[in-house]
C-alpha cells in the first residue's frame, strides 16, 4: 500500500525548505513569510468568541451565514464596483477552498489551466490533486510582470478550460492595469474559457486602488476570489469568499459540500465584524507596506540591485542574477552565510529562478537590515567568482 500518485509525485514546497532551514538559524531575519506582522483587530476577535459562547457552533449553509453573504455582496459592489447580490456570493475555507471548489465544478480532470509563471504555487498544486495540467504563461520584467494575452494566445489548446489571473499579485506584487485585464477577457472570450480572478490583496495596494476584472465582464465567465486573510490580518481564521457569475453559485456550492461543508461558524461571525466594523485597522495596515515599500525601494535603488518596483500585495521580486547564481541554491547560501530567508522564485514557476521574493509583511527595522543583506550578496558573490 502507498499514497496515491498525485501526492508522492508533489514537489515539496521551497517556502517551507528555506522556512526549515532558516528556522534551525540562530537570529535570522524572515523575509520570507507571506502573512500580515500585524493582529487581528481586537473587535473581530471578540465578535467570534461572543458567537461561541452563544452557541453559534454548528453546521451553516454551505454557502455560508445569509448576513455575511449579504455584507460581502455590498462589501464588492462598494469596494471593487463589483454588481452581486447575496446569491452569487459563497463564503469559502480561505480563497484556497475556493479556488479548489471552482476548479472541481467548473473544470473537468484531462483539462488544462493556464497560469502564470511565476505565480503563487498552491494553484499549480491543487490542480496536481485534481488532475488537472497547469500550462505556464510567461511574466516578463520588461512588462512590469502583468500579463500580455499576446503571449498567452499560442500556449492555449483543445484541452484549455480556463486561465488563473492574480491582481494585485503574489508574488510579483504586480497590478494588472485595466487594458490587460479587457485583453485577457477578450482572449478568454474567444477561446471559450472560464477567468479565476483571484483578487485576494485587493486592499493592499500602494500607489492606486487595483481594477477588478469582474465588473469589466460582460458574459459570465469571471469568478472572482477575496479573503479575510490578508485584509484583515486573519490568514488562521481561514475565511473567504468567491463571487460567481449569476446562475452558476449552484455548482459550485454543490462542489463544497464534500470538501469543506461549511466555514468555522464563529469565523463567519469574525468575518461579519470585520466587513461590516471600523476600517482603520486596513488602511494603517496599507500604509505601513507603502512605507516599508517605499524604503526598501529607496535602499535596492541606492545599491544598484535589479528589482520590479511593486504596486500592491506586499511583496518585490529581487533580479538576484548578478551574483552568478539562482533558485534554491542562491537561497540557502543567503540563509547559511547571511542569515536572510527570502523565498527562491522557482518556488513559484519554471522559468522565474532568476528572482527571490521578499516579503514587506515583516517589521522594517529587520526588512531594511535583511534587504541590506541581500544586496550585498547579489553585488558581491558574482564580484567574487
Ligand atoms: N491567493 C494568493 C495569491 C495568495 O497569496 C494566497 C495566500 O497566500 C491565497 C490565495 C490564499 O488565501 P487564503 O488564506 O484566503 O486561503
New binding site residues.
Given amino acids: 500500500m502507498k499514497p496515491s500518485t498525485a501526492i508522492t509525485s508533489m514537489a515539496r514546497s521551497g517556502i517551507r525548505e528555506i522556512m526549515e532551514l532558516a528556522s534551525q538559524t540562530e537570529g535570522a531575519i524572515h523575509l520570507e513569510v507571506?502573512e500580515p506582522n500585524f493582529n487581528t483587530p481586537e473587535h473581530v476577535t471578540q465578535a467570534a468568541s461572543e458567537a461561541g459562547f452563544d452557541g453559534f457552533t454548528r453546521y451553516t449553509p454551505n454557502a455560508g451565514i445569509q448576513p455575511l453573504r449579504e455584507a460581502l455582496a455590498d462589501k464588492v459592489r462598494e469596494r471593487n464596483g463589483l454588481d452581486a447580490t447575496a446569491d452569487q456570493v459563497i463564503v469559502t475555507a480561505?480563497?484556497?477552498a475556493g479556488l479548489y471548489s471552482a476548479m472541481a465544478a467548473l473544470v473537468d480532470p484531462g483539462s488544462e489551466i493556464l497560469v502564470s509563471d511565476p505565480s503563487?504555487p498552491n494553484y499549480a498544486l491543487m490542480m496536481q490533486l485534481q488532475g488537472i495540467d497547469p500550462v505556464y504563461y510567461p511574466l516578463r520584467s520588461e512588462n512590469d510582470l502583468v500579463p500580455n494575452a499576446a503571449e498567452i494566445e499560442p500556449l492555449i489548446t483543445e484541452r484549455t478550460k480556463a486561465i488563473i489571473h492574480?491582481s494585485p499579485g503574489?508574488p510579483t506584487g504586480a497590478i494588472t492595469p485595466r487594458e490587460s485585464l479587457i485583453e485577457l477577457l477578450e482572449l478568454a472570450r474567444e477561446h471559450d474559457l472560464w477567468v479565476f480572478s483571484?483578487e485576494?490583496y485587493d486592499e493592499m495596494w500602494f500607489d492606486h486602488p487595483p481594477v477588478a476584472m469582474g465588473p469589466l465582464d460582460p458574459d459570465g465567465r469571471v469568478v472572482s476570489f477575496f479573503?479575510f486573510?490578508k485584509t484583515y490580518a486573519m490568514?488562521g481564521w481561514r475565511v473567504?469568499y468567491m463571487v460567481a457569475p449569476e446562475g452558476l453559485s449552484e455548482s459550485i456550492i454543490k462542489a463544497q459540500e464534500p470538501i469543506t461543508s461549511c466555514v468555522n461558524a464563529p469565523a463567519q461571525k469574525a468575518a461579519l465584524a470585520a466587513v461590516t466594523g471600523p476600517q482603520e485597522c486596513v488602511q494603517e495596515m496599507r500604509q505601513s507596506y507603502t512605507e516599508r515599500r517605499d524604503e526598501v525601494v529607496a535602499v535596492l535603488e541606492d545599491r544598484g540591485v535589479p528589482f520590479v518596483r511593486p504596486t500592491g500585495a506586499f511583496y518585490l521580486m529581487v533580479d538576484v542574477s548578478p551574483s552568478g547564481s539562482q533558485g534554491m541554491p542562491f537561497a540557502r547560501r543567503l540563509v547559511e552565510e547571511k542569515g536572510v530567508a527570502v523565498v527562491p522564485g522557482t518556488t513559484f514557476g519554471p522559468e522565474s529562478g532568476k528572482y527571490v521574493r521578499v516579503s514587506l509583511a515583516t517589521a522594517t527595522e529587520p526588512l531594511l537590515e535583511g534587504v541590506g543583506r541581500l544586496a550585498d550578496a547579489v553585488l558581491g558573490w558574482g564580484a567574487d567568482s
Avoid: C, K, Q, R
Fill in positions: 507571506g480561505g480563497a484556497v503563487w492574480n503574489n483571484d485576494v479573503s486573510s490568514t473567504g
